[in-house]
């Protein structure tokens, strides 16, 4: 069986020109970053739509295992599957992060036949993007400690109130906690700080929720920083940092084309975590594929409760955005995982097992149904599964009257997706309802909070620790209390206990402190512990990359 980088090798990639021609894309507007990525204009995401009442279908999952259940996969190949049918469709997706592909994910391009071209320097420096916004994230760090040192035109800033630390895109658990300032009184106020990936980055946030470059530098500037000595608020405006950090960022801010292994249209940008940020993709990469395209297939990370939750909540609320129809990716694997099967036996068939996993797939549909929106369950077929395991899933949800259909995008590519691209088509075209908010932003803070976790997650009840209530007091006092939730939760469970799988229930969420990402937007309350500088794996997948003489890179999964 061929790598996914042996399958992309061998695929006859196009000049990346004729892809935006299937666009209606005027070539000279292309920035070119060599034959096969371009940079698009910000002003495509205004232009008059090319056809009328275009379709975003939103590609979510259930809670995802380790085994990893496919979504950008299943998007890419419904992608393809959509332009089989006749539907022009671009598929947008966010970039892949360098701490994850030389971790434990290797590359993040998709697999088998329903892969990302070229999907080599996607997986690695790409465009720039994620570069850029880790310098204009790290020119605010250093203008933070540049004035805590100075003693000319001192803001006063009182260092034990700063959070905002450095981040790098790269897994180095020997970051996440250091002291900075050491070495005598030309080098800094010594404080305690640390790094975050770049994914983490509240910058990534802004980017990724920003409409034009106005809108982003007064994002930055929004920025919370700290407090004086005397207790006032700093932002990054404050200390004139926002127009430096928005010329950094003036190339990342365009979205960019690449295309699929079978030539589909593929706008990637932006990399947000989904369990401490949006974990979407911009807004701005969303509307242009919109302007461009009959149908545009987008994905949010991990579960529904996480990603997809806040897609809706806070990406197509700022934005403006209703999607048509969701997807929910289920793999029989993750719902025997669910079901209580043990990691390493997942490739075994187990009725018992599968029948008790079901619940958690329940769930996602329940909550997608709350948006009033139409789900489509998507059951992506790996070659361990039954037919009796997979007949199962099916009859299943076609007794909910859930459409469904199984794919086999990895293996088959578009063609492994025709059926559920018709569903897909057939649901999104004649659906007629606009998705609803969970909550209103103008609720409290802790009846957003509630909300999310009692409805999405199941919880019968939300706990706040004496920290926590101090924030929500910060909060009030900093008068932010209308922004919107992004709560920051473990993804391998529906409730903030990694352990309860399944559908949990009689569990109580507790929030430990509540963060405010104010240039993004949002407050984001933190439950359990969210991992913001991983670390590298016992055998990081670093140790099988290599390139020969020719330049050809290897083991790039």
Known sequence: MSSDIEIAKKAKILPIVDIAKKLDIDVNDLELYGKYKAKLPLSYKEKKPRFDNAKLVLVSAITPTPAGEGKTTVSIGLSQALNKIGKLTTVVLREPSLGPVFGIKGGATGGGYSQLLPMEDINLHFTGDFAAIEKAHNLLAALIDNNIQ????????????????????????????????????????????????????????????????????????????????????????????????????????????????????????????????????????????????????????????????????????????????????????????????????????????????????????????????????????????????????????????????????WGEGGDGALELAKLVAENAEKCCSKFKPLYELESSVEDKIAIIAKKIYGAQAVDYTAKAKSHLKRISDLKLDNLAICMAKTQKSLSDNPDLLGRPKDFVVTVREIEVASGAGFLIPITGEIMRMPGLPAEPAAEKIDIDDEGNISNLF
């Open 150 to 409: 100075s003693k000319k035109n001192s803001l006063a800033i009182d260092p034990r109130t700063v959070s905002w630390k450095r981040v790098m895109d790269m897994n180095d658990r020997a970051l996440r906690n250091i002291v900075t300032g050491l070495g005598g009184t030309t080098s800094g106020i010594p404080r305690e700080t640390g790094f975050d990936i770049t994914a983490a980055s509240e910058i990534m946030a802004i980017l990724c929720i920003s409409n034009d470059i106005k809108d982003l530098k007064e994002r930055l500037g929004n920025i919370f920083v700290g407090y004086t000595f005397d207790k006032k608020p700093i932002y990054a405006r404050d200390l004139k940092a926002h127009g430096a950090m928005a010329a950094l960022l003036k190339d990342a801010i365009k979205s960019n084309l690449v295309q699929t292994l079978e030539g589909t249209p593929a706008i990637v940008h932006g990399g947000p975590f989904a369990n401490i940020a949006q974990g979407t993709n911009s807004v701005i990469a969303t509307k242009t594929a919109m302007a461009l395209s009959e149908f545009t297939v987008t994905e949010a990370g991990f579960g529904f409760d996480l990603g997809a939750e806040k897609f809706l909540d806070i990406k197509c609320r700022f934005a403006n955005l209703t999607p048509n129809a969701v997807v929910l990716v289920a793999t029989v694997r993750a719902l025997k995982f669910h079901g209580g099967m043990p990691l390493k036996d997942l490739t075994t068939p187990d009725m018992e097992r599968l029948k008790k996993g079901m619940e958690n797939l329940q769930k996602h549909i329940e909550n997608i149904k709350l948006f009033n929106i139409a789900p489509i369950v998507a059951i992506n077929k790996f070659t361990s599964d039954s037919e009796e395991e997979l007949n199962y899933v099916k009859d299943y949800c076609k007794n909910l009257n859930i459409p469904v259909s199984i794919a086999n995008v």
